[in-house]
């Protein structure tokens, strides 16, 4: 069984989005080895990729309220999935913390989400990730008792003019960490290049979890593989970022890095705990 944490199918009205995120991870990162981008160009091209892959669950990452992106758009899509094969989480990008937290409110008691996800330097206005400012969207996660995903990674800092190199590191998480643990927090990209901070803090804080998806790649893997066989395997977790990154180099890296014992644990029963609440 694999269930992975970050992927972004074409479901209605996201096609674009879909196409654009196709466009492979090596055009950022040139002295990545290159791969092909992602055959798929349909949803069903994506269902056919994912069974032949063996990937018998996804989460997608909701974007804001605007449309080809909105959160309306997927929960249409989740509330009619017969399939029951994906987890949606609210997206609050491009939003104030105030339109986050009534976004949060509108759509965690339809219980068709399983979490609330967030690129931070999509919050406005700009704001650091450990300012009080932002309790209030952790108070509504933990309401409804939902796991939050925030993507740390060079790329924001890349993007974002505003987002200092040390913007990203996961260290600021701790205070996050301390005031609410009964809150799961799972970092997308798992910080890179900051892995061994990453790695820090998850050994002190249970409820941090590192999804480094497409960065298993990068140098740093051999860190988590490391860290997962000394007792952090039940806090890393699989993820592909697809369609950015192809099924076939998502899976290859972990395989490649992680040791077999830690690979149950990695590739499903830590999404399991986290989005069966």
């Keep these: 069984m694999i269930i992975d944490f970050k992927m972004k199918p074409p479901i209605p009205k996201w096609e674009e989005l879909f196409k654009a995120g196709r466009t492979p991870v090596t055009k950022l990162f040139s002295n990545l080895p290159d791969f092909e ?4 160009e349909t949803f069903d091209d994506v269902i056919k990729e994912m069974d032949e892959m063996g990937i018998t669950k996804a989460v997608i990452l909701g974007r804001n309220n605007s ?11 989740l509330k009619n999935d017969d399939s029951d094969r994906f987890y949606g989480f609210i997206g609050i990008e491009d939003m104030t913390v105030e ?14 989400f399983s979490g609330v996800a967030v690129a931070p330097t999509k919050i406005e206005p700009h704001t650091k990730i450990d300012d009080e400012s932002l309790h209030p969207i952790f108070d ?13 990674s060079m790329l924001l800092t890349l993007n974002d003019e505003e987002a200092d190199y040390d913007y990203i590191n996961p260290k600021h998480l701790i205070p996050v960490l301390h005031k609410y643990p009964e809150m799961k927090v799972i970092v997308s990209h798992a910080g890179w290049p900051f892995i061994q901070e990453g790695i820090a803090v998850a050994m002190h804080f249970r409820n941090l979890y590192l999804c480094p998806d497409f960065y298993m790649g990068f140098p740093g893997a051999e860190a988590l593989a490391d860290a997962a066989d000394k007792g952090l395997e039940k806090q890393i977790l699989y993820a592909s970022c697809y369609p950015n990154a192809p099924y076939d180099y998502a899976l290859n890296q ?5 040791s077999q014992e830690v690979m149950d644990s990695i590739m499903h029963k830590n999404a399991e705990r986290i989005l069966n609440r």
């Design 67 to 77: 449309p080809g992106s909105s959160n309306e758009e997927l929960y249409e899509f």
């Design 99 to 112: 339109e986050a937290v009534e976004t949060i409110e509108e759509y965690a008691p339809t219980d068709v």
């Design 254 to 258: 972990y395989r490649k890095y992680f």
């Design 37 to 40: 981008p992602t055959a798929s």
């Design 140 to 152: 509504a996660c933990v309401k409804y008792d939902l796991p939050f995903c925030i993507t740390l």
